[in-house]
């Protein structure tokens, strides 16, 4: 067996998938492209970027459809108008007209003061939701200073699915208003329940407008 052919055989495994070693630096010299379904796990693809400014409420109403599976939004330095607004979400099944999906849902919340003076690890009752289609808080009491912000993820899965309800999970860090301000980690995740597709996400304040921030839109291969 010559070297070539040695090396190549000890870099496949017996049911002919590639080992990580057959892969280096070198070997991707000439590669201009990896075919979509060739990375385990697929890939994210950007759909939409919306910036913030002074607005209202920021939707999502094109794009959620039944070409990717599962969605995921990614929150970038949010900032509230004013102390103490919490941001929220909302689903509509009528491609936006109305976000009033019935929802049920968890909500706890780890945080810290900036003095040191509490940490907290803690169940909210009063931010989550039992079959009820009003939004739902994702961060509360965010704090309005300049510098401050929130940033995080959230996933809403198969949405175009007309058997099945919504699961979503939300996970969020920022900074919560308080004397002095906490930074705040609340984790929330439920399910709209409802079988039919869900195809615009709504992101809004509990007052006042999102005063700056991005909030881009990916589909998952």
């Not at 969605?71 to 491609?95: A, L, R, W």
């Not at 919340?109 to 940490?119: F, H, L, T």
């Given at each position: 067996?010559g070297?070539i ?19 280096n ?5 000439n590669v201009t ?6 990375v385990?796990?697929g890939s994210?693809?950007?759909l939409?970027?919306?910036t913030?400014?002074s ?8 794009g959620?459809?039944?070409t ?16 103490g607004e ?14 009033n999906?019935?929802?049920?849902t968890t909500?706890f919340?780890?945080g810290?003061?900036e003095?040191?003076?509490g ?6 009752t009063?931010y ?6 009003a939004n739902?808080v ?6 309005g200073?300049?510098?401050s912000?929130l940033?995080g993820t959230f996933?809403?899965?198969?949405p175009?699915s007309?058997?099945y ?10 900074v919560s208003n308080g004397?002095?301000n ?8 439920g ?11 709504q ?15 990916f589909g998952?291969l």
């Amino acid at each position: 067996m010559g070297t070539i052919t040695r090396t190549f055989a000890n870099n496949i495994t017996t049911s002919g998938v590639f080992k990580p070693t057959a892969f280096n630096n070198a070997s991707f010299d000439n590669v201009t492209s990896v075919p979509e379904g060739a990375v385990e796990g697929g890939s994210m693809v950007l759909l939409s970027t919306q910036t913030a400014s002074s607005s209202a409420s920021i939707s999502f109403t094109t794009g959620i459809d039944s070409t990717y599976k599962d969605y995921m939004f990614i929150f970038n330095s949010i900032h509230p108008q004013t102390d103490g607004e919490s941001f929220m979400v909302n689903f509509s099944t009528d491609g936006g007209s109305n976000y009033n999906v019935t929802k049920t849902t968890t909500h706890f919340i780890c945080g810290q003061r900036e003095d040191n003076s509490g940490d907290y690890l803690y169940y909210t009752t009063s931010y989550d939701l039992a079959e009820s289609t009003a939004n739902q808080v994702i961060f509360e009491t965010g704090d309005g200073d300049s510098d401050s912000s929130l940033s995080g993820t959230f996933s809403l899965f198969n949405p175009s699915s007309t058997t099945y309800v919504k699961h979503f999970i939300s996970e969020i860090q920022g900074v919560s208003n308080g004397t002095p301000n906490y930074s705040w980690h609340p984790f929330v995740a439920g399910y709209g329940n409802t079988t039919s597709a869900i195809n615009a996400v709504q992101f809004t304040m509990s007052s006042g407008n999102i005063d700056a921030g991005t909030i881009q839109m990916f589909g998952i291969l």
